[in-house]
């Protein structure tokens, strides 16, 4: 299965953007990129998800590469509140919909 | 709409004792997932069902655990003897259709230590 890789951690400042990268270099054609987030204390909650172009939504953009070997979660301005651990997923097409998470990134965002 | 629910949120046992966890999902989803999170770890699938179906159980450690979805609708997963290892956050999820790109709506989760 192609993986993800994130950093561990970043730190934003509040009212700020933030870039949240992800490197998916065994990407095969058919690999929806999808972003989760879950915050202290709750499950997961679906932030966005893209296959080739990007995309935009009202809690956040994605930014896929040309080559479809990295993506960037971008939030256009950063609150206390978006303060959580953001997944980086590959799902299959032909996969029933499964999410295999990693570590993920976890955002920490100084008033 | 309600969310997807999920009892307990809490519960201590200890080894060797048997454990259930009840999942409500939201009303229409066909699929229904079990995950567990280890502390500092992303969740891991132990199961997924379409309808009243298995549809992926390849990480349920099937000595010990089992779930099942009667009717289509309410699913539980049972830990029968639990471990040490199982002490984790059990979350349920459910999503409208597999095999599309429709997300996944997680329920609060329940978390269990085994002591």
């Known amino acids: 299965d192609a993986k993800t890789t994130q950093p561990n951690s970043m730190e934003s400042n509040e009212e700020e953007p933030v870039h949240l990268p992800c490197n998916h270099s065994?990407?095969?054609?058919?690999?929806?990129i999808h972003w989760y987030r879950q915050l202290p204390s709750q499950g997961p909650e679906y932030v966005i998800h893209?296959?080739?172009s990007n995309v935009n939504n009202r809690m956040a953009s994605l930014a896929i590469a040309e080559d479809r070997k990295s993506s960037t979660l971008i939030l256009h301005r950063a609150t206390l509140r978006d303060a959580a651990v953001y997944y980086c997923?590959?799902?299959?097409?032909?996969?029933?919909?499964?999410?295999?998470f990693g570590g993920g990134t976890r955002l920490m965002v100084k008033p | 709409e309600a969310g997807v629910a999920q009892s307990p949120r809490y519960k201590i046992i200890e080894k060797r004792q048997s454990v259930a966890f009840w999942c409500n999902p939201i009303?229409?989803?066909?699929?229904l997932y079990w995950y567990q999170q280890i502390l500092g770890q992303g969740p891991k699938l132990l199961i997924q069902?379409?309808?009243?179906?298995?549809?992926?159980d390849s990480q349920l450690p099937k000595d010990r655990f089992s779930a099942e979805r009667l009717k289509g609708v309410d699913s539980t997963l049972k830990i029968q003897p639990a471990k040490l290892e199982d002490s984790a956050v059990y979350l349920c999820?459910?999503?409208?259709?597999?095999?599309?790109?429709?997300?996944?709506?997680f329920g609060p989760g329940t978390r269990l230590t085994v002591t």
């Open positions: 065994t990407i095969s054609g058919t690999d929806y």
């Open positions: 009303s229409g989803h066909a699929t």
């Open positions: 999820a459910s999503s409208k259709v597999a095999g599309s790109s429709y997300e996944q709506y």
């Open positions: 069902f379409q309808n009243n179906g298995v549809v992926d």
């Open positions: 893209g296959l080739t």
């Open positions: 997923i590959l799902r299959k097409n032909n996969a029933g919909n499964m999410l295999t």
